[in-house]
């Protein structure tokens, strides 16, 4: 979905967000999905963060390192 859209963000800072970590973690995904991301990763210079809206966990996190980025980008 995103290749569709990239174009609008091109020379943005993207973060990409895995969510629902609760349910499974990064590291629990197969090699071909971590690559995928990866690639996503490098290819568009993003940063990439994960959280769980049910525990809390990198929720701060998440918002934490988005105001940093935004305040660099401007």
Same mark, same amino acid.
């Given at each position: 979905?995103?290749? !569709?859209? *990239?174009?609008?963000?091109? !020379? $943005? ?27 996503? $990763? ?8 994960t959280?769980?809206? *049910?525990?809390?966990? !990198? ?10 980025i935004?305040? $660099?980008?401007?």
């Open positions: 979905m995103f290749n !569709g859209v *990239k174009e609008l963000f091109r !020379g $943005k800072p993207i973060i990409i967000v895995l969510t629902k970590t609760d349910i499974r973690k990064y590291d629990d995904l197969e090699e071909d999905e971590k690559s995928m991301l990866e690639q996503l $990763k490098n290819e568009n210079q993003a940063t990439i963060l959280l769980s809206n *049910k525990t809390g966990t !990198g929720v701060f996190d998440v918002k934490k390192e988005a105001c940093e935004l305040q $660099k980008y401007r």
